[in-house]
Nanobody
């Protein structure tokens, strides 16, 4: 399975951006991670295969929305009220089989990173 991510870019603080990630085949949980310079890659949000269960890291709760279009094997991340600390390379990821979806090691497939830069 290959993941193709798109979106991202440069926006001022308070603005919005959206990311999308299309999988070439069937996957289970899909998630978005991010990695800022000199920091470890961290989970941002994940969504279950059914699209019913969602998780957000505390720092984005209420500002970001993850969704999934099951028929198209595509996951989206709508990012609103962006802050400079959201600046990072964002990665989509997907599971081949279900595992606890919070850690990077739980995912089997990764998309290319896409840069999100929020200016103050």
């Amino acid at each position: 399975v290959q993941l193709q991510a798109s979106g991202g870019g440069l926006v001022q603080a308070g603005g919005s951006l959206s990311l999308s990630c299309a999988a070439s085949g069937r996957t289970f949980t899909m998630g978005w991670f991010r990695q800022a310079p000199r920091k470890e890659r961290e989970i941002v949000a994940w969504i279950s295969a059914s699209g019913i269960t969602k998780y957000y890291v505390d720092s984005v709760e209420g500002r970001f929305t993850i969704s999934r279009e099951i028929g198209k094997n595509t996951v989206y991340l709508q990012m609103d009220s962006l802050k400079p600390e959201d600046t990072a390379v964002y990665y989509c990821a997907a599971q081949r089989v279900y595992r606890d979806p919070v850690t990077t090691t739980a995912y089997d497939y990764w998309g290319q990173g896409t840069q999100v830069t929020v200016s103050s």
